[in-house]
């Protein structure tokens, strides 16, 4: 049984490492594409909203299907859907900034549902003792798929200038999200269990000593960081450096050094070292963001790029492994799993949001790359609020299945 269990967990590593590649080969060239048809952070910004908002949808109303029915082909419909969205801006061309809330939306049904169902078979085939180690491995391939997709596709883009090289890279993409479909059913079908409940998320927060409420409340913090990052260090990489490639040389050698971090926080860290490992890396993910205080340059980022992914681990892993043990704490929580997940992402989505109207509403009054600096330093601070709401949970050990 455990053998099994091995099997589908390596073979669900290899479909999140093709989905991931696929992701970013395209992905991480996704903003700057649509910048460079409309040069405006807030345009960017409400892209990000629209998917963040479908994330939250699908996750809540997927919930039902990938509890009664077959999870495996919500996984299926995410990666059809992600097919779909890059077979409609190949097909938009530089028209699709006049489309950007329609888009966000599709890109974000795709995220919510291809995660929600790999979130929960990766809790099922993984148990608390193993769970930092593959949490590590899928860090490792993250770090993988990283150096090798933008560093290939910044390549393309310069090599075919622009337009080409964009819709090149855009359909082997496609391609990559086939063979990832065509590999997903290698997967075993999970068995449904139970009865959906809308509204478990908001009873178990309302719920007196629920250790799901600091956990929330450091997802939402999480979030603030990730909303506005995940678009705006590339883009800020594209305007100060202006070649495609050296967006390309940022991802790869930012993605080395992660490999390089994740691979040895899979190894050695354990859950004993979760609030301190915790607290260091929320300290040092602000410390790296400093350098831009004194200008914003290709240079300064990389610091901050290396310096975030050197240190990213120490604050992610304990975030990541933290909620999904408390879905395993009890026959009755694990039984609950689908919607402790969407508890979780609707935490993520909620910190994501406020981070993206923060950006937008500041953005509106004053958008110098001074206050722009300051905004990253604000938001980057964040991961530190994690900490402080999760810290007593993370030493008491109660929440461990383990201890």
């Known amino acids: 049984m455990k053998s099994l269990l091995r099997n589908q967990a390596a073979l669900l590593l290899a479909v999140g490492g093709l989905f991931m590649l696929a992701n970013v080969l395209a992905g991480t ?22 998917q963040q908002l479908a994330v939250g949808l699908s996750f809540w109303l997927g919930g039902k299907w990938v509890k009664e029915h077959n999870k495996m082909n919500a996984l299926r419909l995410g990666i059809a859907v ?5 077979l409609l801006v190949l097909w938009l061309g530089g028209q699709a900034v006049h489309y950007i809330w329609p888009l966000g939306l599709i890109l974000g049904l795709s995220i919510g549902f291809y995660w929600l169902a790999f979130n929960i078979v990766f809790f099922e085939i993984t148990e608390a003792e193993n769970r ?33 090289g964009y819709r090149v890279v855009f359909i082997i993409s496609l391609c990559i999200y086939g063979i990832t479909a065509v590999l997903s059913f290698l997967l075993k079908k999970r068995k449904s269990e139970g009865t959906y409940l809308w509204l478990e998320p908001w009873r178990e927060l309302r719920r007196a000593g629920s250790p799901w409420r600091p956990a929330a409340a450091a997802l ?48 050695w860290f354990k859950p004993k070292f979760r609030s301190a490992g915790m607290l260091a890396g929320s300290l040092l993910l602000v410390a790296v963001i400093t350098p831009l205080l004194w200008k914003v340059s290709y240079g300064t980022l990389l610091i901050m790029g290396i310096g975030t992914s050197l240190c ?60 722009i600096t300051l905004l990253m330093l604000l938001l980057g601070a964040s991961p530190l609020g994690s900490w402080l709401v999760l810290r007593r949970l993370l030493r008491s050990g109660n929440y461990h299945p383990d201890q």
């Open 29 to 50: 060239f996704l903003n700057v594409y649509l910048w460079k048809s409309h040069q405006d952070f807030a345009m960017i910004g409400w892209f990000t909203v629209a």
């Open 82 to 86: 992600a097919g779909f969205f890059y």
């Open 132 to 164: 930092d180690f593959f949490n590590g491995w899928m860090g490792l391939l993250g770090s993988l798929t990283g150096i090798v997709g933008p560093w290939i596709s910044g390549w393309l883009i310069s090599l075919l200038h622009g337009e080409r």
């Open 220 to 267: 939402l913090f999480q979030g603030l960081r990730e909303g506005v990052f995940s678009f705006l260090i590339g883009l800020l990489v594209y305007i100060a450096a202006r070649e495609e490639s050296k967006l390309g040389q940022f991802a790869l050698l930012t993605s080395a050094v992660s490999l390089i971090s994740y691979f040895a926080a899979g190894k």
């Open 312 to 371: 990213i681990p120490l604050y992610m892993l304990p975030m990541v492994s933290t909620s999904f043990d408390l879905m395993g704490l009890s026959a009755e929580a694990a039984g609950k799993r689908v919607e402790l997940v969407v508890l979780r992402e609707l935490s993520l989505m909620s910190g994501r949001l406020l981070g993206m109207f923060m950006f937008i509403a500041v953005l509106s009054v004053n958008d110098s790359p001074q206050v």
